[in-house]
């Protein structure tokens, strides 16, 4: 399976039978070098409401015939403008072509349009894939939180978390997220994207790897095999 970084919580992962990109956050990604226009999906996945989330979510969706899961509300949003789409909510999974996908809790909010009529757009969320034979969770934005232990029972191969602080957690509540969570290998996002969520990345990972995980740092246009 191959994970590809764009910088901030957007990830492209091809699995054997599917390409799916994560919170699709492209256009005006000040991380991101890859146009929206050169990505082609089957799938894509949207953590919550937020901007920095959804992001080229309709585009993508109308351009390649890609179906949006997310929770309901944000499903139900997207479907209303013409796109594909498959609501779920928390606890929730189906069964997709390539494999699974459940939503997780998430400690954070979800809403789109700032200012005086934010629209609201249900739960926050994670994302739990089943692919291959492997299972990945992308936290999405969220804070650090006990019932994480649930989540990592699966055994998770992958887990992509937020360091940022601020908006969601910050390297701290990271390191006790990787004790509940336990995955064989983590990518840190949702930091450096501006400068109200700059982190020491590598001391991160330094303090991870004191502890017994495994991090491994993308810069965005990175990718991974694992
Ligand atoms: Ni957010
Ligand atoms: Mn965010």
């Known amino acids: 399976m191959r994970l590809t970084y764009f910088g901030h919580s957007c990830f492209l992962l091809e699995t054997s039978q599917a390409r799916l990109v994560l919170d ?8 991101c070098k890859t146009p929206a226009a050169d990505i082609a999906c089957d799938f894509v996945l949207v953590s919550h409401g ?13 351009r390649c015939g890609a179906t949006i899961i997310a929770n309901y509300e944000i499903a ?10 498959h609501g779920l909510n928390p606890g929730g999974g189906a069964n997709f072509p390539f494999g699974r ?13 700032a200012g005086l009529h934010p629209i609201y757009l249900g739960s926050p969320c994670g994302l739990l894939i089943a ?16 019932d994480m232990q649930l989540i990592g029972r699966v055994g998770l191969d992958l887990a992509m978390l937020p360091i940022g602080d601020n ?14 969570l336990k995955p064989k290998l983590t990518v840190p996002m949702h930091y450096n994207t501006w400068p109200i ?5 590598a001391d991160f990972a330094h303090r991870a790897g004191r502890a017994g995980h495994v991090v491994r740092l ?4 990175d990718t991974l095999d694992f």
């Open 197 to 201: 969520i700059a982190q020491d990345a």
């Open 131 to 146: 692919a291959d034979g492997k299972n990945i969770y992308h936290a999405g934005d969220t804070a650090l939180f006990l």
């Open 167 to 180: 908006y969601t957690m910050g390297p701290d509540d990271a390191l006790d997220a990787l004790g509940f």
């Open 101 to 113: 996908v459940k939503l997780t809790l998430a400690h954070h909010s979800s809403s789109v349009g």
């Open 24 to 31: 699709p956050f492209l256009t005006g990604n000040p991380a």
């Open 218 to 221: 993308m810069v965005s246009g």
């Open 76 to 85: 139900e949003y997207f479907g209303a403008q013409g796109a594909k789409t």
């Open 50 to 62: 937020h901007e920095d989330h959804i992001g080229d979510a309709l585009a993508l969706s109308k």
